[in-house]
C-alpha cells in the first residue's frame, strides 16, 4: 500500500517476501554432464551440515549464542532495507514527483535478482578465513563505512537547507548500493547459518531471518520515521516543542554505522566457522555449473509458462501497492502515522500464514491464488476511493480517528488477500520444485516472482505524471504540460490546478488489466496444477 507498510512481495519490503531462502549452490557442484540432476548429492542442505552424530544431539540452548549472532545478523540486515522503504515518503513530503519515485524505485530490485551472484558468493572465498566469513566481513565493513560518509552527505542530497530539491539520482544510486550489500550480506549469512548450527536446531534459521529482519525494518522504518518527525516528537514525547525531530537522518545513518563497524570487528575476530567438506577441484567449476543449471530449468516448458504468466500476474495491483501510499502523504497524511499503522498489522502477518497454509497445502495451492486475486484487484479501487476521499474529511487538526481505522481496516483486507497470493505461490513452488536441486530451484522460481511484483510498481509510479492533466489557473496562454511550462505558469502570477489525476487513471487501468488477467490468463495458471511431475524436472544428462 506504500513503501512504509506495504509488505511487497516484489522485496521491496521483506515481510511477506522475506521467507525465500539464498541459493542453496554448493562449491563442491558436480561436472557440467550432472547439470539437472544426475549425480547431485541429495539433500542441498544436508550437503554442508555433518552428519547428527558427528556433533552429537543438541539442544538450543547449547547453541544459544550462535542463534542469537543469526538474530542479530538479520537485524542488521534490516536496517538498511527499512531505510530505503523511509526515502520515498521523505521525497513526498519534500514534492518530489512520481517520476522521481519510479527512478528511485530500482533501490528495491538487488534482493530480486541477487540470483545472478549468489554462486559468486557462494563459491569464491579465502579457506583459511572462512568460506562465508569472506564476504560477510568486508560486507559489513564496507556497509558501515558507507553509513558514516552518507551521514555527512545526506542531508545535502535531501535538499536540505539551501533551498534545492532533493538529489534523487545521487539517492538513488547511493540506496541501490545499500540494498545490494544488504542482499549479499544475505546470501552470506543464509549459507552460514546451514553450517552455524546443527542439523537438529538448524531449523531455527528460519525463525530468525524473518524475526530478525523484520526487528531490522522496524527499526530503520517505522521507528526511525516517528523520531524523525517533529511534530510525532513534539506531541508524544516532549514537553518543550522543537522544530526538528530527535534524530535525524543523518544521525540515524552515523549510529547504524558505527553499530555494523563494532559488530562486524566482533564476528570476524570472536566467531570461527565450522569445518565444512574437504574442498576439491571441482570447487571452482561451481559457478559455472549453477548458471547452466539454472538455464537448463527456465528452458523447460511448464517452468517457462510459469514464469512468464507469474512476471504479468501482478500489474492489476501496481497502482495500488506503489501509488497509493505516496497520494495518502501528497494529501496530508503524516509519513509517520502511515509508518505506524505497520505495527497494530504484525500479528495479523505472523497468523495469517498458519491459516492460508491449510487452503494451500494440497495438491492445487494455486486455486487460493486466483480465488484471492479478484478481491485484490476490488481493493485497489478502494484505495483510490480512500485517496479521493482523504482532503474530505482533513480538518486543521489533521484527520479524525475513524479515518485511520477506516485505513487501518483496508490495509488489513490488503493484507490478507496479498499473503493469500503470496503463501499459494510459495506453495507451489515447493511443489514442483526438483528435490534433487530443490534449492536453486525454488530461488529461481521465487526470484521470478518478486520480480513479476517489482517492474510493474515501477512503470506505475513513472505513468503517474504523464497521465495526469492540469492547468494553469489564474495566467492567460499558460500551461502546466512541463516542469518548465509550470514555472513560467507561477512566474505569470497563476498556479497548476489538476483536473485529472494520473493514480486514478492507472488504479481504473489496472483493475481492467487485472480482471482481464484473471479471465484470459488465471486458468491456464491453474492448470499448471495438472502437469505430472516429469514436466518440472530436470533432463538428466550423462
Known sequence: MSPAIAAKEGGRQRRAGSQQRCLDVRSEAPPARALCGDGLPGGEAEALLPEAGARGARGCRAELGSILLLLV???????????????????????????????????????????????????????????????????????????????????????????????????????????????????????????????????????????????????????????????????????????????????????????????????????????????????????????????????????????????????????????????????????????????????????????????????????????????????????????????????ERGFPVYYYVVVLLSYALHQITLYSMYVAIMAFNAKVSDPLIGGTYMTLLNTVSNLGGNWPSTVALWLVDPLTVKECAGAREQTCATTVAAELCTKAGGSCVTTLDGYYVESVVCVILGFGWWFLLGPKLKKLQEEGQSSWKCKRTN
Not at 75 to 99: E, F, H, M, N, R
Not at 219 to 248: D, H, M, W
Open 73 to 395: 545478523l538479520y537485524v542488521l540486515q534490516g536496517i538498511p532495507l527499512g531505510l530505503a522503504g523511509s526515502v520515498p515518503l521523505i521525497l513526498q513530503s519534500k514534492s518530489a514527483s512520481y517520476t522521481d519515485q519510479a527512478f528511485f524505485s530500482f533501490v528495491f530490485w538487488p534482493f530480486s535478482l541477487k540470483l545472478l551472484w549468489a554462486p559468486l558468493v557462494d563459491a569464491v572465498y579465502l579457506r583459511g578465513f572462512g568460506r562465508r566469513k569472506s564476504w560477510l566481513v568486508p560486507t559489513q565493513y564496507v556497509l558501515g563505512l558507507f553509513m558514516i560518509y552518507m551521514s555527512t552527505q545526506v542531508d545535502v542530497l535531501l535538499g536540505d537547507g539551501e533551498g534545492r530539491g532533493p538529489d534523487v539520482v545521487a539517492l538513488t544510486v547511493t540506496f541501490f548500493l545499500f540494498e545490494f550489500l544488504a542482499a549479499t550480506q544475505d546470501i552470506a549469512v543464509d549459507g552460514w547459518a546451514l553450517t552455524m548450527l546443527s542439523r537438529e536446531n538448524v531449523g531455527y534459521a528460519s525463525t530468525c531471518n524473518s524475526v530478525g529482519q523484520t526487528a531490522g525494518y522496524f527499526l530503520g522504518n517505522v521507528l526511525f520515521l516517528a523520531l524523525e518527525s517533529a511534530s510525532f516528537c513534539n506531541k508524544y514525547l516532549r514537553f518543550q516543542p522543537q522544530p526538528r525531530g530527535i534524530v535525524t537522518l543523518s544521525d540515524f545513518l552515523f549510529f547504524w554505522g558505527a553499530v555494523f563497524l563494532i559488530t562486524t570487528t566482533l564476528v570476524a575476530l570472536l566467531k570461527k566457522e565450522n569445518k565444512e567438506l574437504t574442498q576439491t577441484k571441482e570447487e571452482t567449476k561451481g559457478i559455472t555449473d549453477t548458471y547452466r543449471l539454472l538455464f537448463s530449468i527456465i528452458k523447460m516448458p511448464a517452468v517457462l509458462t510459469f514464469c512468464l504468466l507469474i512476471l504479468t500476474a501482478k500489474v492489476g495491483f501496481s497502482a495500488a501497492d506503489a501509488v497509493t501510499g505516496l497520494k495518502l502523504v501528497e494529501e496530508g497524511v503524516p509519513k509517520e502515522h502511515l509508518a505506524l499503522l505497520a505495527v497494530p498489522m504484525v500479528p495479523l502477518q505472523i497468523i495469517l500464514p498458519l491459516i492460508i497454509s491449510k487452503y494451500t497445502a494440497g495438491p492445487k495451492p494455486l486455486n487460493t491464488f486466483y480465488k484471492a486475486m479478484p478481491f485484490r484487484l476490488l481493493l485497489g479501487l478502494e484505495f483510490a476511493f480512500l485517496v479521493w476521499w482523504t482532503p474530505q474529511v482533513k480538518h
